[in-house]
């Protein structure tokens, strides 16, 4: 069982196993939702608009769900370790080493084979300094389609830079007042650049993406330190579910209208609150039922423990892929049985690049990223 060494000993939720050579605690049914998370994406980026998500196409939002879950758990292992720790920067410097470990292998590997043997878009200084997303956010035209999405990995790369002096140099009773700032900061921040300035692309800077980010922080702010306050906020299951529909519900609305200064300004927002809940509920209470079920599947599982290597690679596989499509033999048999649904070629596309990305961050995952992995014990 995980106990924080603070003020107040707070234990961990009984389901949370902890394991010395992690960062943080194991919570069963997050990787559960983190192949949710990415399969939104994957649907958002593979699947016609008219035939998925007809003009409610609010998959990217998964983007900020990860957010959201990154903020929460980075958040847990910054906070933990900051009460403990007696050497602020040296813990600082092995976090920052720990997160290399976990994102730069695999993530340098795809951006230089890709750019070497397909295609670097002119862009690989960016690419290579996770800087992708600030070229994004001046000059998008310059950024080839395939490499749009590395924005997101980009903005969380800054935050792992800057956020944990956040966290070792702010005093504990001033950090939600500082949380509840950067949101409504990067929410005003998105509105009026969408609405007085001519940017192309302005919500993909780190600063604009904290509410999600801190959103995160904030849960694992309140289950450190208040966690009855916490459970007050979540609730019940329904209460907790009840919220996440809500917010789906507002997503569709916001997007049916199509104003971009709302979508822009309120959407991540409004999607990240249902991601407060939707996380906060699992990581602390646990879902019951067949959510449970469906979480904690063994198979469910291990595709949100290679999410990272899905989403990565997953443009890069959709770019080759449309090159070869049309002289795939078995592509083309399976459309020319003209079977209803799954002889749509957006059904049998999708279903080629999601059996082939998988593959891709499976055999990654285990005969690659794990090498590296286990080197991180070495920075705790």
Known sequence: MLTQK???????????KADASKDTAFYPQLNGLRFVFIFMVLLHHWMSVGYMFLQY???????????????????????RESDVSKNRLYSIRNFVIRRALRIFPLYYAVILLYSFFVNSGGIILYNLTYTNNILQAFNLSLVDKEFWHLWSLCVEEQFYLLFPFLIFFVRKRF?????IGGILFSVVARFTLTAF???????????????????????????NYHPELLNKILGSQTRALGVVALSVVALCLLCFFNNKIMVYGFLRLVGSIG????????????????????????WVSMLGKISYGLYLVHPFVEKIWAQTEEKNPVRNFVLNLHIPIISNRYVVDFFFLF?????????SFHFFEKRFLKLKSLFT
């Open 6 to 16: 603070t003020a107040i000993t707070i234990k961990a939720p009984l389901h949370a």
């Open 57 to 79: 196409r609010i998959g990217w939002v998964g983007v900020d769900l990860f957010f959201v879950l990154s903020g929460f758990l980075i958040g847990e292992i910054l906070l």
């Open 175 to 179: 950090l939600p007042a500082v949380l």
């Open 197 to 223: 300035v001519s940017m192309p692309d302005p919500h993909v800077l780190m600063p604009l993406s904290l509410d999600s980010l801190f959103l995160g922080v904030m849960l694992a702010y309140l289950k």
């Open 275 to 298: 991601g407060f809940f939707l996380i906060g509920y699992s990581a602390i209470k646990q879902y019951k039922g067949p959510l449970k079920i469906f979480l904690e599947n063994s």
């Open 355 to 363: 059996t082939i990305t998988v593959a891709i961050s499976y055999l």
